[in-house]
């Protein structure tokens, strides 16, 4: 209905006298009166209702605004047209409509009829302003006038997201208005459609408009007439069972119900579910009432009918009517928990050329399963109608500017979720797909090879990056390429080099080249331990995707093979005995293939208590000595359900296990990595304030029990920083995913406790059901990235970075004064090292140095890294990061007070760089959007670094081979590792009689194959461990290279093995079992020498009683380790780091107590004048320096040579 302008009702009462001047200032009335009325509103005498009526019924004088809103003449005959201005003049501004609805429509036959008087018939001009006094023209809006007919804006012709303005108008009308003719009717409009039905009768209308504005028309402007629909076509449905609906799209039983009742996930009643009939349109039929209950009349039993249940957060349900003659079918319902949208498969990256073709694809699973696709190049999103992609991307003809990173986003009714980048590389037609110059890669050479001419213990035999090319890849369309190319070695070349006594072969790379990538295979293994005292989780189930895959071992222990295409590997770890809590670990494993250790640390269940589930129950949450519990939960009487959703009365076993972040110690035992899917489907972190697992069992059926609406009351002053109080929920963790779901929000709540004392507490409500690990944790927006590298030994070297190293990172609370207590830990991350170090994520603060601090250990196989000293001083050029960064970070190592404690780790202030300080932007700390950069950056840049514990060992390959590296395997007969996915390590145990700890080298050489006969594979150095009994007893496990098949599987080759100490030692003895193994496995090695032990290895795997120690595994490093821990202990199956000297010997030498002659490997290494260059090593540490290795030997890639020639090109 149309309102006048400036209506009391419809103005605020703070705006009233605004809108009082906006009025003063386009009446006629004198200033002196308006403010006398003005007076008379403000003392109450005169209403303001009144005041405005009066100044409406003012005409306005000003007549400035002609020029600046909306004028136009009128096209219609006016007899005024050739009078002079003079004889027209403009009416009072009019406001009949508000831009409500449809727009804003300023009709002149609609103003006529409430101001007859106050405007004329046929107006020769109007004008448009909104009441904001802008004129019609200056605000951007699409408008339409004619002043025969009036002013109008549609709001649907707007810009998206803005409606019409209010106008008013006003027109120019003659002096003498002359109203006194007629009025008169226009045509009658055409008949409206009829809406009548097929085969059923309606009314139709037409219309007609009075011509006159002033005068009403004598008569009816609309008349309707009976009309009758069209003939309704002949519906081809057959009903088995009952009629066919009007719609004829299903059939009618009208004396037949359906009765049923639905339950959630958790065999809860489920209130508020919907049923659907799912014909060609789904139509709600009803919704189940507060007991998950529903009743359907009309659903014919035909076995044909099919209903659909939906209920949020659960997967839709569809189930058929069954066939039925009873007048009442029953249907039991139980729902499914909804799965949320998960990344199955990543994008790959492809190398391709100019105008070639490439394929991204995106797998991405849930239920329901997603509905929309989208892909975005370099964040930007792509056209769909213009790429007409879905969950796969097809790029032809590429270009140079096609070049960068692709990911796709999958979403469907629950949520989205994002994919990891893929990154493509477009190459000219005529550029070469890989740099053919190799990058430069030192080795670390033996001891009696020092090189006089660069003044070091180092050789650059070069290697080739690790990137994809195009190879011979055609136009196919593919997800995945069919073969694989990376950058590898095309030519190598065979060099000597002089050491003292002997010329030492080594292969340098000379080219790279476009090669088929190596098949690799991904291990991870570990253990499965107590949190608390390290007892071992026997015979435990290994799950992975709610299959079970493995178990562990008496000890603990597991290996298992990472299965291709796995992006995210998540296992369950379950106890069988119920000792520990079902733990979800989200693993690192080594994407390039390989074996990672991982420990894993289990919480141990706490004994159950007795509670009734007829009574209200509460339940603490929080572990820490002499703290109040961080939360608690309250149980309702009559709340515990069966599985069948029926509910139990009984007593209730309760067994709650709370992870206590103010606890440090539990930082290891924390499950999944603490990462949610957001709402636009990034991966985010969460920061935890506590982790619960709930048991609820039948006291005496033992029955596994649910619970319905179960309270968590969270004690508001455990939560330090005060903006997690708004962002606190409830978690639970989804053990196939390894991600966090949301299960509910907080609120507020004041409690008294005492007489004087309240406490504010956070009270969240949840469903415990299917066992479930639950979390209190808030979303943390303040992130950053961490680099940090692993190295060999303290040469700290580029070329003797460690990969396959976990580095893990555990966020401490942020620091008094800051936010909260320093004591408890929010958060860890675990990242493996590659080529190029690790970039560990963690929670930083820009505007706060000392906000977040963090610890960072890191481990290898089991083996502790040590990280760099901070005491007595920081050492920049040690540590890896300059001053004045080290200072600001804090950086310190864990003995830095007390010398007594482990130097495995080091904490530091994560402090975000400021990005108006160059320095900062150089690392060692990054922004979150900065990973590629960190990622990336080169060797100078700061980062913070680990070293292993250097052993007494060194080894050396004649074709370099990087054992934490499987993909730099390279195929050449001279290759130690003749297969680059099965590795066979072999020790032979050495006694040796002699007051000193001795060296002791294996030189081993082809023996018996004609492509490799008297070429060298390589060199092993070993000290040995003196006997802790025995003053003048040590021994050692020697590497030698096993025989067998060479890299072409063609023949095999019994290696020629020398033992020789270093040294005047005799041998004494040979084992007898070994001796005979040799006469009788024919050629037999001279022994001549007595000085040395000569062999052709066996080509058997023997054991501890021939002092043969043979391991095959898919890791390298794994196989090496399980021998020597059998060669230390001195038996075929067990395990020890302690030497033990007397077990499972194969030889004995006999070394005089005289100084030696000739320095032993460290102490050449030590008194070198290359030192200054090479850098040093470290004494051995105990008995532990024979499981370290400070290999030299490292890279690269595929190559085949002859031997008999000095260079090679493979083509």
């Not at 839709?316 to 199955?344: C, G, M, N, Q």
């Not at 000890?555 to 796995?566: A, E, L, M, Y």
């Not at 048991?695 to 309270?711: H, M, Q, W």
């Not at 680099?787 to 040469?795: G, H, I, P």
Request: proline letters at 6%; hydrophobic letters at 30%.
């Amino acid at each position: 209905m149309p309102i006048l302008a400036l209506s009391p009702h419809l103005l605020p009462r703070n705006r009233i006298y605004a809108g009082l001047f906006l009025v003063w200032s386009c009446v006629r009335a004198p200033l002196p009166e308006v403010r006398s009325l003005l007076q008379r509103a403000r003392m109450g005498s005169l209403s303001i209702r009144t005041f405005l009526l009066f100044l409406l019924g003012i005409t306005c004088t000003f007549t400035q605004w002609t020029q600046r809103g909306i004028s136009k003449r009128s096209e219609r005959p006016n007899p005024a047209v050739n009078h002079n201005e003079d004889d027209y003049e403009w009416t009072t501004w009019f406001n009949v409509d508000h831009p409500g609805g449809k727009g804003d429509y300023e009709k002149l036959n609609v103003i006529g009829f409430y101001y007859r008087t106050r405007v004329c018939e046929v107006p020769r001009a109007l004008e448009a302003r909104t009441t904001e006094w802008i004129p019609a023209r200056s605000t951007g809006e699409r408008v339409h006038a004619d002043p025969a007919v009036g002013f109008w804006c549609v709001n649907a012709e707007q810009p998206v997201g803005r409606n019409c303005s209010n106008y008013a108008v006003r027109f120019l009308c003659p002096k003498h208005n002359k109203s006194d003719v007629e009025p008169t009717w226009g045509p009658w409009s055409d008949w409206s459609p009829c809406p009548a039905p097929c085969d059923q009768v309606a009314t139709q209308h037409r219309s007609r408009s009075c011509k006159s504005v002033s005068k009403q028309c004598n008569g009816q402007a609309v008349e309707g007439r009976t009309c009758e629909g069209p003939s309704c076509p002949s519906c081809d449905l057959h009903c088995v069972m009952g009629s066919v609906n009007a719609e004829c799209d299903g059939c009618t039983c009208k004396d037949h119900t359906v009765l049923g009742s639905v339950r959630s996930a958790g065999g809860l009643p489920a209130p508020g579910a919907a049923i659907l009939r799912t014909d060609s349109s789904p139509r709600l039929l009803t919704v189940t009432d507060h007991n998950g209950h529903f009743h359907i009349l009309g659903i014919c039993p035909d076995g044909n009918t099919t209903l659909m249940v939906k209920l949020q957060n659960h997967t839709p349900r569809k189930v058929i009517v069954p066939h039925s003659t009873e007048p009442t079918s029953v249907l039991h319902l139980k729902l499914e928990r909804a799965k949320k949208l998960y990344v199955v498969k990543n994008p790959e990256n492809k190398a391709r050329k100019e105008g070639q073709t490439v394929a991204f694809c995106c797998k991405v699973d849930g239920s329901p399963e997603p509905d929309i696709y989208e892909w975005f190049h370099n964040g930007a999103l792509l056209d769909r109608d213009q790429y007409q992609y879905d969950k796969t991307l097809i790029l032809r003809n590429l270009s140079l500017d096609q070049m960068g990173d692709y990911y796709c986003r999958a979403s469907n009714e629950n949520g989205a979720i994002k994919s990891k980048p893929a990154t493509l590389t477009v190459i000219g037609q005529n550029e070469p797909s890989c740099d053919p110059t190799p990058d430069s890669h030192l080795i670390r050479l033996p001891h009696d090879c020092f090189q006089n001419d660069t003044n070091s213990l180092y050789y650059d035999v070069g290697r080739c990056p690790t990137s994809t090319c195009t190879g011979k890849l055609n136009n196919g369309i593919r997800c995945e390429d069919s073969v694989s190319y990376c950058c590898g070695i095309s030519n190598m070349e065979e060099k000597e080099i002089k050491c003292q006594g002997y010329q030492l072969p080594i292969m340098v790379v000379t080219q790279c080249g476009c090669k088929t990538c190596v098949d690799t295979k991904s291990i991870v293994r570990g253990r499965a331990i107590a949190a608390d005292n390290g007892e071992p989780m026997r015979f435990g189930h290994i799950y992975m995707d709610g299959v079970r895959i493995s178990r562990t071992g008496y000890k603990g222990t597991f290996s298992i093979q990472v299965p291709k295409d796995t992006e995210r590997l998540v296992l369950t770890f379950v106890d069988n005995l119920q000792k520990f809590v079902n733990t979800t670990k989200v693993l690192p494993f080594n994407t390039k293939g390989g074996a990672v250790f991982h420990e894993i640390k289990l919480l141990r269940k706490k004994p159950a208590v007795i509670i009734s589930s007829r009574e209200t129950n509460k339940l603490e949450l929080g572990e820490a000595e002499g703290q109040d519990p961080i939360a608690e939960i309250e149980i309702p009487p009559n709340t515990f359900y069966k599985e069948n959703g029926e509910v139990f009365m009984g007593n209730v076993k309760a067994s709650v296990t709370f992870l206590d972040p103010r606890d440090t110690s539990t930082a290891a035992a924390a499950q999944s990595d603490l990462n949610f899917i957001s709402d636009e489907g990034d991966t985010l972190p969460l920061r935890t304030y506590g982790m619960f697992s709930v048991d609820f069992r039948d006291e005496e059926g033992g029955e596994s029990l649910n619970a319905g609406e179960v309270k968590v009351r969270l004690d508001a002053a455990q939560v330090k920083v005060p903006e997690h109080l708004k962002t606190m929920m409830l978690w639970s963790l989804n053990p196939d995913t390894g991600l966090w779901e949301e299960e509910g929000q907080f609120r507020a709540e004041k409690k008294q406790r005492g007489k004087r004392e309240e406490r504010t507490f956070l009270i969240g409500n949840m469903e415990i059901r299917e066992r479930r690990l639950f979390n209190l944790d808030v979303p943390e927006n303040r992130r950053c990235y961490v680099k940090v590298r692993a190295f060999r030994s303290e040469r700290f070297m580029p070329s003797e970075q460690v990969e396959g190293v976990v580095m893990t990172l555990i966020n401490m609370e942020p620091t008094p004064g800051f936010s909260t207590n320093p004591r408890a830990w929010g958060r860890f991350d675990s990242v493996i090292t590659g080529t190029n170090g690790a970039c560990l994520p963690a929670f930083c603060d820009e505007q706060k140095t000392d906000a977040y601090s963090a610890y960072v250990m890191a481990n290898l196989g089991g083996e502790e890294l040590e990280a760099v000293a901070s005491s007595p001083k920081l050492n920049p050029n040690i540590i890896g990061v300059p001053q004045p960064s080290l200072n600001k970070l804090n950086y310190r190592r864990t003995d830095h007070d007390d010398p007594r404690i482990k130097k495995t780790a080091f904490s530091i202030n994560v402090a975000k760089p400021n990005s108006n300080i160059a320095e900062e932007a150089n690392g060692p700390i990054y922004p979150y959007e900065k990973l590629k950069e960190c990622e990336e950056a080169p060797f100078s840049a700061a980062h913070f670094r680990f070293s292993r514990v250097e052993g007494d060992r060194y080894d050396y390959n004649t074709v370099p081979f990087n054992e934490d590296d499987p993909m730099s395997w390279t195929e050449d007969y001279l290759s130690w590792w003749p297969k680059p996915m099965e590795y066979r390590a072999c020790y032979i145990k050495v006694k040796l009689n002699s007051p000193h700890e001795l060296n002791v080298r294996s030189r081993n050489m082809g023996g018996t194959h004609p492509k490799t006969v008297g070429q060298l594979y390589g060199i092993r150095d070993t000290r040995s461990i003196r006997d802790m009994d025995q003053a003048t007893v040590s021994a050692v496990c020697v590497e030698f290279k096993c025989s067998g098949m060479l890299y072409d599987q063609d023949r095999v080759d019994r290696t020629l093995v020398k033992v020789i100490p270093q040294g005047s030692c005799k041998r004494d003895s040979v084992n007898s079992m070994l001796q005979e193994y040799l006469v009788n496995h024919l050629p037999l090695a001279v022994n001549n020498d007595t000085n040395e032990f000569t062999m052709l290895a066996p080509l058997d795997p023997l054991g501890h009683n021939y002092g043969i120690y043979t391991v095959t595994d898919q890791d390298p490093r794994t196989a090496k380790e399980i021998a020597l821990g059998r060669c230390f202990d001195g038996t075929s199956d067990g395990s020890s780091r302690v030497m033990k000297n007397n077990e499972g010997v194969a030889l004995t030498f006999t070394c005089g107590d005289k100084e030696v002659t000739r320095q032993s490997v460290f102490q050449q290494m030590q008194t070198s004048v290359g030192q200054a260059t090479a850098g040093s090593t470290r004494q051995g540490r105990g008995d532990r320096r024979q499981r370290g290795s400070s290999s030299g030997s490292r890279n690269n890639r595929r190559s085949t040579r002859n031997p008999n020639t000095r260079t090679k090109t493979v083509g």
